[in-house]
């Protein structure tokens, strides 16, 4: 999913695996996914693929842009326990939604500590990385649970 700031950044996530390929059985370190990140900015371009989040994290990004496209917005800040990347709602304008995305240096590179790009986009815009996201993940379901 490619995301466009307001000022022309581009901020790429991609979901690339599972950390551990292999399923261990159930548990929470099992379900954990590296999450590869290319940012484009007037300030730095960088690349990393040294962020985590896990399976149910990015069922909470999902969820969160659905509500944001459905204006039902019950959490305004999305942050997660791995420190690389967290969201923040900022304010509704006519019919477009703003928000941040913020890097952290687990996703910065070593010399920056934290990194943010603001974003404006409308209900179809929305739906599209709602749908888009939901379509990455379902490649990578949660794991060692099954009966």
Not at 54 to 78: A, M
Request: proline share 3%; glycine share 4%.
């Amino acid at each position: 999913m490619i995301f466009t700031g307001i000022e022309n950044e581009t901020l790429e996530f991609k979901i690339v695996g599972y950390e551990i390929p292999e399923n261990q059985g159930p548990s929470y370190e099992a379900n954990f996914l590296y999450i590869e990140l290319d940012v484009k900015s007037v300030h730095r371009n960088w690349h990393t693929d040294n962020c985590a989040l896990s399976t149910t994290d990015v069922e909470k990004i999902i969820d969160w842009f659905y509500r944001l496209q459905q204006n039902n917005i019950v959490i305004r800040d999305l942050e997660f326990i791995e420190k690389g990347i967290s969201f923040e709602y900022l304010q509704q304008t006519n019919s477009q939604v703003q928000f941040r995305i913020l890097l952290h240096s687990d996703c910065t590179p070593n010399d920056m500590k934290n990194f943010h790009i603001n974003f404006k986009l409308n209900e179809k815009e929305l739906k599209v990385v709602h749908e888009s996201l939901q379509k990455e993940l379902s490649a990578f379901p949660t794991r060692g649970f099954e009966k």
